[in-house]
Every structure is written in structure tokens, then in C-alpha cells.
Nanobody, 132 residues
Framework: QVQLVESGGGSVQAGGSLRLSCAAS????????MGWFRQAPGKEREGVAT??????????YYADSVNGRFTISRDNAKNTVYLQMNSLKPEDTAMYYC???????????????????????WGQGTQVTVSS
């Protein structure tokens, strides 16, 4: 089992920045793909970014809507994944969820565009609100 706890959400004005954290505990060695997803009221959950970890490095994947503004990273020593969000826009307002899975790099990339991302583990979410 893996437990995920998100933090770092809040309210910010457009153009501002926030950094989300996702602390993983439990059998974290079972997860090599971690990601961030978001869901706004009345909308489907959508992929934001994922990171695939392998010996000696990692690969990152981003949704087109956040590419160039958001950065995902993972600190394996702390079992924590981060999402640095810069140049925030009102349309970034949503509940942000962390997810984890053991999978292949291709799945870790393609899951970003899935309507029903099938991760084994999910956090409870952290709210991000961007005002204009």
C-alpha cells in the first residue's frame, strides 16, 4: 500500500506561483510513475504532469496546457513529488490530485491524455485558486 498526501495549495493572483508537494509513504518502491491531475467543478479530471523514475534518472511529461509553465520533479530521498506552477492563470483553478502507479514509461506518458486515469493510488487533493 502507498499513501499520498498533497500540500501547498492556496489562493494566488494570475501570474503568480505555487509549489505543490505530494509526500508518499508505505511501499513507495512499488511506484515508478507519479503524477498530478486536476479537476475543476463540472469538468472531468485532466492530466497535468507525470514523472517516470528509473535507475539514474527520470522522464517528465506535460499536458499542452501547462507545458512551459509547470515543472514536475521527484525527490526520491524524501519520497516526495513536487509541482512547481508558474505564470498561473484563472483556468488553472481546480482541485489538484497526486497519483502513483508502477508501470511503463509509455503508460506514464499516455495516461496524461486519458479520461479515466487508472492509477492504483490517489491522494485527497489540494485546492488551487487563481484569481484574475
Amino acid at each position: 500500500q502507498v499513501q499520498l498526501v498533497e500540500s501547498g495549495g492556496g489562493s494566488v493572483q494570475a501570474g503568480g506561483s505555487l509549489r505543490l508537494s505530494c509526500a508518499a509513504s508505505g511501499y513507495t518502491a512499488s511506484t515508478n510513475c507519479m503524477g498530478w491531475f486536476r479537476q475543476a467543478p463540472g469538468k472531468e479530471r485532466e492530466g497535468v504532469a507525470t514523472i517516470y523514475s528509473y535507475t539514474g534518472g527520470s522522464s517528465t511529461y506535460y499536458a499542452d496546457s501547462v507545458n512551459g509553465r509547470f515543472t514536475i520533479s521527484r525527490d526520491n530521498a524524501k519520497n516526495t513529488v513536487y509541482l512547481q506552477m508558474n505564470s498561473l492563470k484563472p483556468e488553472d483553478t481546480a482541485m489538484y490530485y497526486c497519483a502513483a502507479e508502477r508501470t511503463t514509461p509509455r503508460w506514464c506518458d499516455r495516461v496524461l491524455r486519458s479520461n479515466s486515469p487508472d492509477f492504483d493510488y490517489w491522494g485527497q487533493g489540494t485546492q488551487v485558486t487563481v484569481s484574475s
